[in-house]
């Protein structure tokens, strides 16, 4: 942003909710907020009400992958900061009242848990997060600057941490925490942090103090009883333990019934334990009466652990009028850390929709086989776009609206050309709209005497594809080496469409793909003359072509690709075209006469995909800062520190799983 | 115009057809079929339980070049770890053979196998929560399970064909040159990595830089191989790779278990563009 003029960005989302497949559920230690993430990366925050009334109310946007933990980040009232982890490492921190990235980074690997861990050294109050995922090793890391301070590793048997649980020391002199962790083999390991060694920077590994085999595949979770403070709740996909949590004894056991799957669970109360299953069935079980009491459980262990099975209190029905769910639900209990200290258990499925259930408090009692609670009121973003007055608009439609139809037709694909001041909307039905941006802007967002005219604002309607279109290219806007008048636009009908976008005259078809178009790309400026006119098209039958838009016909068609087609590089020097595919291997094409140059995999396709990479030129800034790390380009928002870090750290982050850390000393 | 849309109802009702059959019926042959070729990959990583790892087999492999004699190694793999590396290393220029082995008891853990055993495991778990009596509604829930599937094995995959890259000073730090006995001297240095079905050594010869030396220093990037010429700065010391010897031996366990990933690779894509056949048909509406 340059210059003193304000940009304020303005989203019009359309009557249709985004889709919202929940993969991760946090409520804010206030009860106040509810985080979802979902498996496209993004994040929404939702309002509740202490009537736990719950309203959609911020989108936020910036991760590429899956969701796959969610935390909260800082613990005073002052600020609430959570961070999200996503599926290809990438970690973000962000402020919940307004939704700010505060602070981004790129790890090598993928957590699959995130817990916050707070100390006091004096008076200063420190932040740490606790990740375990897929490598061998729990890693602590800044809560506010995200960096990797040291990890907690294993001497005997290291292996991936399935799940830990922070136990904090009653002593306020010279603290003694112990994180408790279960390894992916099910052996129970036991590290002690002290408070002086939270506090060091750059630090050698700690290493654990206790490893013990407990023989639980499959764990889920672990969860500490904070009411007792001696015992340890531990859930695997067959069955659920408690152990005890000074000698770490099993205590109880309790398989599950039928096919279901224990997906998690919690410490309710002294002697109650929630557990959920993978389908996202609740159940609360009382525990037997001599665990949580230390003088008798001694006596007992011996003879409660065979044939006991705790009584079921309660078990929280899933929803009659299931929906179809594409992936599992996901379930998760919190409680109130204020009044009226509520204790939920909240689920978030894959159609978008938030589920909460209260629990009723001590008082009430167990009826034989377990009572039954029913979900009260669930809402997904769907229902609350629905109850919206007056509707959300979407872009363009006053001009969608059919008669006899209830919605207006979508908006698959557009493209915004700044040079004319036109929008084109590439639509549901195959038609293609040009409108002028900022007028039709003002139709959904102001009022005026415009809102009496039928059909406005002027437009043209472009018709040749049969069905959706997926992708809508105006090559001049990126060189200016194509004719002016050319607007591209790809379907679903496996065609690409050269139009005149100012007589809206089709110019062109190309029919030379079997599959749905999923990208038109504008090939590099050095390519050779012929390519320089091109178009290239990717489709899903994993095909590439160069359409020319000058000769009119397809110059090159590589097709013989197994995967999906990732990434698309180019090499003018050599004249190459690399297609990278989902599967890791590249495929290196010739563009003058059409033929496989070769085929890899592994090391040597990711030094092919990096050598076209090479020849971007760097400034002397750039070079000179080859050791900047991604933290640093984005805060000093150097695009060339940036692009010169991608190419040496990125690439070499990608395959590096903190081997530094590989030593088994 | 009538007798049109009389021929697209009947191709519509075929295609719903065949599209229930596939959910049905093809989607759990696949599935099966999936999960017994990943039980044979997991099979080949051969996990003892905690305890018992003495039971694993121990495989020996000699690793040498059959032309030049420089370096040999016989390397005992355990599971996922080195449990003994037994080399001879003639240095150049002189006709001594220092020989090296591990410290007694110590193991070099390859977290390459041990990551790719992993994501097996995972991609196993996924599947079993949806076994034959699980019944698919919609294309979408069968291709979200490939997705997530298919991610758990190009990891596994990639674990075992793209070794990590280190930069020589990570690889000097990392502990491995302190395994060994008689110690390692300093002006050279080991490495173990796994490339696709290959188990290989690395051997680095250094030569110190004198402090005031001419020659323009620049230390080199990280990278799985590093090729002579690279420097690299440790403790105030400069370095500069003279020679280097790489020696391998294949795997064959690994080679298995490479080609068990790829079928499963496929069989997955290939359930998804059978689903993707049928889902462009779903979204089509007649305008």
């Known amino acids: 942003m340059s210059g003193n003029s304000l940009v304020l960005p303005i989203v019009l989302w359309g009557r249709t909710a985004p889709t919202h497949c929940i993969s991760t559920v946090l409520v804010m230690d206030d009860f106040g907020t509810i985080v979802t993430g979902c498996h496209d990366g993004q994040i929404c925050l939702w309002d509740m009400t202490p009537e736990l009334e719950i309203c959609p109310r911020a989108m936020l946007l910036g991760h590429t992958a899956s969701i796959t933990c969610l935390s909260k980040a800082s613990a005073g009232t002052d600020k609430q900061y959570i961070v999200s982890s996503s599926e290809s490492g990438e970690m973000c921190l962000w402020d919940v009242t307004d939704g700010r990235c505060i602070e981004f980074t790129k790890l090598a690997c993928t957590h699959t848990g995130i817990q916050f861990y707070q100390f006091t050294i004096g008076t200063q109050r420190e932040g740490r997060l606790l990740c375990n995922g897929h490598y061998p090793e729990v890693l602590v890391m800044d809560a506010t600057s995200l960096e990797v301070l040291y990890s907690l590793m294993s001497k005997i048997s290291p292996d991936w941490i399935s799940s830990i649980s922070i136990i904090r020391s009653h002593r306020t002199q010279d603290a003694e925490d112990t994180v408790v962790a279960m390894s992916v083999t099910g052996i129970l390991k036991v590290w002690i942090i002290t408070a002086e060694v939270s506090r060091m920077q750059d630090l050698d590994p700690v290493f654990e103090e206790e490893s013990k085999p407990v023989y639980c595949q499959g764990c889920q979770s672990i969860s500490f009883c904070t009411f007792t403070q001696s015992s340890l709740l531990v859930t695997c996909s067959k069955y659920w333990r408690v152990f005890d949590a000074a000698d770490y004894s099993l205590l109880c056991s309790v398989p599950s019934e039928g096919d279901q799957a224990w997906a998690g669970g919690e410490f309710m109360a002294p002697d109650r334990v929630v557990l959920w299953t993978e389908d996202g069935c609740g159940y609360v079980y009382q525990l037997p009466s001599s665990l949580p009491s230390s003088q008798h459980f001694r006596s007992h262990v011996g003879k409660t652990k065979e044939g006991l099975v705790p009584p079921l209190l309660y078990k929280i029905t899933d929803r009659s009028d299931k929906q179809l769910l594409i992936c599992p639900p996901v379930t998760r209990f919190f409680f109130g850390r204020r009044e009226p200290f509520h204790k939920l258990l909240i689920q978030g499925d894959s159609a978008g929709k938030l589920s909460p259930v209260e629990h009723p408090g001590q008082r009430a009692s167990a009826a034989a086989g377990g009572a039954e609670l029913q979900v009260s009121a669930t809402i997904s973003l769907q229902e609350a776009f629905d109850k919206l007055s007056p509707v959300s608009a979407g872009i363009i439609d006053q001009l969608s609206v059919l008669p006899g139809k209830e919605e207006p037709i979508k908006v698959t694909a557009s493209a915004y050309i700044p040079s004319q001041g036109r929008l084109v909307c590439g639509r549901e039905d195959g038609s293609i709209i040009l409108v002028p941006a900022t007028q039709t802007a003002i139709v959904q967002l102001l009022q005026g005497e415009h809102m009496l005219r039928r059909g406005w604002p002027p437009h043209r309607t472009l018709r040749g594809h049969r069905n959706k279109v997926t992708c809508v290219l105006y090559p001049y806007q990126i060189s200016p080496r194509y004719d002016q ?145 991604l933290k640093q380009a984005m805060t000093r928002r150097s695009l060339a520190a940036l692009k010169n870090m991608a190419q040496h750290k990125l690439q070499t982050l990608a395959t590096n799983l903190l081997a530094a850390d590989n030593a088994d000393k | 115009l009538p007798k049109m849309s009389a021929a697209s109802q009947v191709e519509r009702a075929v295609l719903e057809e065949e599209f229930n059959w596939l959910l049905k019926e093809e989607v759990h042959a696949v599935l099966k079929q999936l999960q017994d070729v990943l039980k044979e990959a997991s099979r080949r990583f051969s996990v003892a339980s905690p305890g018992l790892e003495s039971q694993l087999k121990q495989e020996n492999f000699i690793l040498g070049n059959s032309t030049m004699d420089q370096v040999k190694g016989v390397l005992t793999l355990q599971g996922e770890a080195l449990t003994q590396a037994d080399i001879n290393l003639k240095v150049a220029k002189s006709s001594q053979t220092m020989h090296f082995q591990f410290r007694e008891d110590k193991q070099w853990k390859l977290q390459q196998i041990q990551d790719a055993r992993n994501h097996v495991n995972q991609a196993l778990q996924l599947l079993g929560s949806h076994d034959e009596s699980y019944h698919f509604s919609t294309g979408t829930e069968v291709n979200k399970l490939m997705d997530a599937v298919m991610l758990q094995l190009t990891r596994a995959r990639n674990r075992l064909t793209t070794p990590a890259s280190l930069t020589l000073p990570e690889l000097a730090t990392s502990g491995l040159m302190k395994m060994f006995s008689p110690p390692m001297p300093g002006d050279v240095m080991v490495n173990f990595y796994i490339n696709l079905s290959k188990l290989c050594l690395m051997v680095y010869q250094l030569h110190v830089l004198p402090p005031n030396t001419t020659k323009n220093f620049k230390p080199a990037g990280s990278s799985v191989l590093h090729n002579p010429g690279a420097m690299f700065e440790l403790n105030n010391n400069r370095f500069e790779v003279s020679h280097i010897h790489k020696v391998e031996c294949v795997v064959p366990w690994l080679n298995d278990t490479l080609v068990f990933l790829t079928i499963s690779l496929q069989l997955c894509q290939q359930l998804k563009d059978k689903i993707s056949v049928f889902s462009s048909f779903w979204s089509y509406r007649p305008f």
């Open chain 1, 485 to 629: 008048r050319s607007l591209v636009s790809g379907g679903v009908d496996f065609s690409v469409i050269v139009w005149d976008i100012f007589t809206g005259e089709m110019k062109h078809i190309f029919c030379v793909h079997g599959g749905e178009i999923t990208q038109l790309i504008v090939p590099p400026e050095n390519c050779s003359t012929r390519v320089q006119h091109c178009i290239c098209s990717v489709a899903s039958d994993h095909s590439v072509g160069l359409l020319s838009l000058r000769e009119r016909k397809c110059i090159m068609l590589a097709s013989r690709h197994l995967f999906p087609i990732q990434v698309i590089k180019w090499r003018p020097a050599d004249d190459y075209l690399v297609v990278g595919c989902s599967d890791g291997s590249v495929y290196v094409w010739q563009m003058d006469t059409g033929a496989l140059d070769r085929c890899v995999m592994g090391i040597t396709a990711v030094e092919i995909l990096n050598a076209c990479d090479e020849l971007a030129p760097a400034t002397v800034d750039a070079l000179s800062h080859s050791a900047v790390n």
